[in-house]
């Protein structure tokens, strides 16, 4: 691929646009914000402005109700050899585009797993898709060339593609992000109307549930309004689970033995099933998860510490797979922990406190 099209320069579209940049591509930007384009522009993204003949891959990069007018518009006017979008559902897209009477052959649906809770352009990094799945869904009408041009992003992206029927999809991510983030909003919504006291003990377990919570709640409107059905679902079993969670802790609370038992059973088996499903989830590159050992350093709220650390674990020879930050609320400090392989973690150990660092036993 030598030439590609971004529309939408916000945080998806920005980042695939600078990991296409800096791998020799040359992209043109377009948003329906100039700002947005210009911001993208001033990163290192590519260039405003249309460009001069059909690029070789549109991208449409907007939000999900917008996908079909803008790749449909783009289509139309021949801007590409090859169009795909990249939103968090795909049998929606696919549906509008077919009523529009879009052509279907050179139009892949896409998906990348991998994004963040903030939005627009200066979220965006190159490497944001490194090693996460990204989602195709060719269907026997996709012309080869168009596929083999999303291979080619995805590859120059380094993410792993994932061949998916879209429907199939669309069930799938409402179990693995769009369920998810409904209850990261849910838990944190507790907390907009809650003691300032109670929220100052906020620790690294609430930051770590909730920080989805953040995310731009009507990009979530559209995404959730083109997959009510399985969310819904999924809620329907999770409320099941939380009604007999409920039970199970009234239970505890009862005089009798016997009723504390089976209260004390409940917990223990939602808990349970929580180890279990937490261990499916897959390590980096989609690997099945490796069981990291945790260096946790000090850390003072200043610039240049996270450098200094990882080239101090660089020049130790240990290759940090994994990195986590805890702050301490209210304080100049944290701790870094830094992920390792277990056989790994005492010569790190030993090299950063020979560099001054306090590590946390
Ligand atoms: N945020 C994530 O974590 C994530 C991850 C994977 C996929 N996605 C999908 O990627 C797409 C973009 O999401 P984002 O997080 O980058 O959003 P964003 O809000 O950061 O960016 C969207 C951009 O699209 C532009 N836009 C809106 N309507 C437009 C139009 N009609 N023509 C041209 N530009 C238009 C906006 O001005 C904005 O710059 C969405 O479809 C989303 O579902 C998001
Ligand atoms: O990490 C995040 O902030 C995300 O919300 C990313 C996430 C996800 O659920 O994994 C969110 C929506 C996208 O469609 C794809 C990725």
């Given at each position: 691929?030598?030439?590609?099209?971004?529309?939408?320069?916000?945080?998806?579209?920005?980042?695939?646009?600078?990991?296409?940049?800096?791998?020799?591509?040359?992209?043109?930007?377009?948003?329906?914000?100039?700002d947005?384009?210009?911001?993208?522009?001033?990163?290192?993204?590519?260039?405003?402005?249309?460009?001069?003949?059909?690029?070789?891959?549109?991208?449409?990069?907007?939000?999900?109700?917008?996908?079909?007018?803008?790749?449909?518009d783009?289509?139309?006017?021949?801007?590409?050899?090859?169009?795909?979008?990249?939103?968090?559902?795909k049998?929606?897209?696919?549906?509008?585009?077919?009523?529009?009477?879009?052509?279907l052959?050179?139009?892949?649906g896409?998906?990348?797993?991998?994004?963040?809770?903030?939005?627009?352009?200066?979220?965006?990094?190159?490497?944001?898709?490194e090693?996460?799945?990204?989602?195709?869904?060719?269907?026997?009408?996709?012309?080869?060339?168009?596929l083999?041009?999303?291979?080619?992003l995805?590859?120059?992206?380094?993410?792993?593609p994932?061949?998916?029927?879209?429907?199939?999809?669309?069930?799938?991510?409402?179990?693995?992000?769009?369920?998810?983030?409904?209850?990261?909003?849910?838990?944190?919504?507790?907390?907009?109307?809650?003691?300032?006291?109670?929220?100052?003990?906020?620790?690294?377990?609430?930051?770590?549930?909730t920080?989805?919570?953040a995310?731009?709640?009507?990009?979530?409107?559209?995404?959730?309004?083109?997959?009510?059905?399985?969310?819904?679902?999924?809620?329907?079993?999770?409320?099941?689970?939380l009604e007999?969670?409920?039970?199970?802790?009234?239970?505890?609370?009862?005089?009798?033995?016997?009723?504390?038992?089976?209260?004390?059973?409940?917990?223990?088996?939602v808990?349970?099933?929580?180890?279990?499903?937490?261990?499916?989830?897959?390590?980096?590159?989609?690997?099945?998860p490796t069981?990291?050992?945790?260096?946790?350093?000090?850390?003072?709220?200043?610039?240049?510490?996270?450098a200094?650390?990882?080239?101090d674990?660089?020049?130790?020879?240990v290759?940090?797979?994994?990195?986590?930050?805890?702050?301490?609320?209210?304080?100049?400090?944290?701790h870094?922990?830094?992920?390792?392989?277990?056989?790994?973690?005492?010569?790190?150990?030993?090299?950063?406190?020979g560099?001054?660092?306090?590590?946390?036993?």
């Open positions: 691929m030598r030439t590609a099209l971004v529309i939408g320069t916000g945080l998806i579209g920005t980042s695939i646009a600078l990991a296409l940049t800096a791998r020799g591509v040359t992209v043109h930007l377009q948003d329906r914000d100039h947005q384009a210009r911001t993208a522009a001033s990163l290192g993204a590519g260039t405003v402005g249309p460009a001069p003949g059909a690029v070789d891959l549109a991208v449409v990069a907007v939000p999900p109700a917008r996908i079909a007018e803008v790749l449909g783009a289509q139309r006017r021949g801007l590409a050899r090859g169009y795909l979008d990249v939103a968090s559902v049998g929606g897209p696919r549906r509008e585009l077919a009523d529009r009477g879009c052509d052959r050179t139009y892949l896409t998906h990348p797993m991998a994004g963040r809770e903030r939005s627009g352009p200066t979220a965006a990094t190159a490497d944001l898709f090693g996460r799945p990204w989602v195709l869904t060719p269907t026997p009408d996709t012309d080869t060339e168009v083999n041009l999303a291979l080619e995805i590859a120059l992206c380094r993410a792993v994932v061949v998916m029927e879209a429907d199939a999809h669309d069930r799938a991510v409402a179990l693995v992000s769009h369920t998810p983030q409904l209850l990261s909003s849910l838990v944190a919504a507790r907390l907009a109307d809650a003691d300032d006291t109670a929220v100052r003990l906020c620790g690294q377990g609430i930051r770590d549930v920080r989805i919570a995310s731009e709640p009507r990009m979530w409107i559209d995404i959730l309004s083109a997959n009510p059905g399985p969310v819904a679902d999924v809620l329907t079993a999770v409320a099941g689970d007999e969670t409920v039970r199970a802790l009234r239970s505890l609370a009862s005089a009798d033995d016997a009723k504390r038992g089976e209260g004390a059973g409940g917990i223990e088996d808990l349970r099933r929580g180890n279990s499903g937490r261990a499916r989830i897959p390590g980096k590159h989609g690997q099945t069981a990291y050992a945790t260096v946790a350093v000090l850390i003072s709220d200043r610039p240049g510490e996270l200094r650390i990882f080239a674990a660089g020049q130790a020879g290759n940090i797979e994994d990195v986590r930050i805890e702050h301490a609320t209210g304080q100049q400090a944290g870094v922990q830094l992920m390792v392989e277990p056989q790994a973690a005492d010569r790190l150990t030993e090299v950063l406190r560099r001054g660092w306090a590590i946390r036993a």
